[in-house]
């Protein structure tokens, strides 16, 4: 519905392990991307997903001037914040660096299960994270963040409050520089919006 600039839907997040290729803009996710939430979107807090660009810039004075005559940027940062409503192990594995799950098999007095290592280690995993949502060029196309190397920087609180609020793991994912990339200026990936349909 125009105007398709003003976007007012939300964005879907997927992870896989650092270097898996990414989708093409009007591919959907397949192969190793898993939606982040069992149901992807529906299962994200109202809060949505917040991609943060931050910048860290240093002016610099002389003494013939009483305002800032020069900056430059001395650091900067992606990070990408979520809140996940999904208290399946697969979904808060991702939250403790992609812990793999073990299993209890059903048996005579034994009820399955499926178990999770809580202690993380000294390594911390990194992904590549997507984000997909609508394009501000025009209906049914796509608009996705590519991040090829990120890590779940988050202490992720979990509450069960008894109270009607859904249990919650908060996410945030921050990018690293990737030493692959083509150039410097996609060390933190790329931002492509779909402009039209392939002939």
């Known amino acids: 519905m125009m105007p398709f600039e003003i976007i007012m839907a939300p964005a879907d997040i997927y992870l896989a392990y650092e270097g898996e290729p990414f989708p093409a803009i009007d591919a959907a996710p397949t192969g190793n991307w898993m939606p982040l939430g069992t149901a992807g979107k529906r299962n994200q807090s109202e809060k949505g997903v917040i991609i943060t660009h931050g910048q860290t810039l240093k002016e610099h004075f002389t ?18 914040s979520v809140e996940i409503e999904d208290m399946t192990l697969e979904q808060y594995a991702k939250a403790l660096n992609g812990m793999g ?99």
């Not at 003494?63 to 990408?80: A, D, M, N, Q």
């Open 63 to 80: 003494t013939g001037s009483s305002g800032p005559v020069k900056v430059v940027r001395t650091g900067e940062s992606l990070s990408i």
């Open 101 to 199: 799950l073990g299993s209890i098999a059903q048996g005579s007095g034994v009820a399955g299960a499926k178990t999770m290592p809580m202690r993380q280690g000294i390594d911390v995993t990194t992904f590549a994270l997507l984000i997909r949502s609508y394009s501000p060029y025009g209906d049914g196309m796509n608009f996705q963040y590519q991040i090829p190397k990120v890590y779940q920087s988050s202490s992720p609180k979990v509450m069960f409050d008894g109270n009607g609020s859904a249990a919650t793991l908060a996410l945030e994912y921050k990018a690293l520089e990737d030493p692959n990339a083509d150039s410097d200026s996609l060390r933190f990936g790329l931002l492509i919006a779909q402009t039209s349909f392939a002939q």
